[in-house]
């Protein structure tokens, strides 16, 4: 039972333009939910997170959206940077259990 | 920045073996976790730790492992009798709450079992 879900193994953009990518998730408990950013040889970092009471949190070139409704979210990067290239994993957790269900991942290429 | 530190990067053990896994939280956190990544797959959950008890674990989570917090600063996992399938990228994190706190990973422990 695949909780959390990103459908698009891989994305490319060109630098400067909006990268915008997908997750989704069915457990209605769910109720934060976090991008993680990751490099080779290293471990998940921290980009940006939402709590369910909110459905937009923006920092920087970061911003989750968030439609409980469909339980969807997306993160967008605008400006798309070179060095954003990376694997971004969605994750999600409810307030009680504080372990994170992440997705599967989305290579994102940003091309200079 | 502080960050969460994990020993050794890379560990290469015969099946059968005892494997200790460390990891070093940052210092004012409370909540610990450990996650596995087999290579090409997700990051998923083992267990996590509150308390100095084991708050959650998942069902990966059997009786062959073990987590312990020994000193207040380590937290260590332990695969007693290790199986090829254990092979993957073990990564450590903590975080200073529960639910509403991202939690900050190491840079991982690569377990290879021959």
Redesign the interface.
């Given at each position: 039972d695949q909780q959390v879900k990103q459908n698009s193994p891989s994305l490319s953009v060109q630098e400067g333009r909006i990268s915008i990518l997908n997750c989704d998730y069915t457990n209605s408990m769910f109720?934060?939910f976090?991008w993680?950013k990751k490099y080779p040889?290293?471990?998940?970092?921290?980009l940006i997170?939402i709590?369910s009471i909110k459905d937009k949190n923006e920092d920087g070139r970061f911003t989750v959206f968030l439609n409980k409704s469909a339980k969807h979210l997306s993160l967008h990067i605008v400006p798309s940077q070179p060095g954003d290239s990376a694997v971004y994993?969605c994750a999600a957790?409810?307030?009680?259990?504080?372990?994170?269900?992440?997705?599967?991942?989305t290579t994102l290429t940003v091309k200079p | 920045e502080p960050e969460?530190t994990?020993t050794p990067s890379h560990q290469v053990t015969q099946m059968g073996q005892e494997v200790i896994l460390r990891c070093v939280p940052i210092s004012n956190h409370l909540?610990f976790?450990w996650?596995r990544q087999i290579l090409g797959?997700?990051?998923?959950?083992l267990v996590?730790f509150?308390n100095n008890e084991i708050?959650?674990k998942s069902e990966i989570f059997d009786d062959q492992f073990s987590v312990e917090r020994p000193d207040g600063s380590n937290f260590t996992l332990k695969i007693r009798s290790t199986k090829l399938e254990d092979s993957a990228m073990y990564?450590c994190?903590s975080?200073g709450?529960?639910?509403?706190?991202?939690?900050?990973?190491?840079?991982?422990t690569r377990l290879s079992i021959l």
């Open positions: 109720d934060y976090l993680y040889a290293e471990g998940p970092t921290f997170s709590s994993f957790s409810d307030s009680n259990a504080g372990k994170s269900t992440f997705g599967d991942g | 969460v994990q909540y976790y996650y797959q997700k990051v998923e959950f996590s509150y708050s959650e990564f994190a975080s709450g529960g639910g509403y706190q991202p939690q900050h990973f190491g840079d991982g």
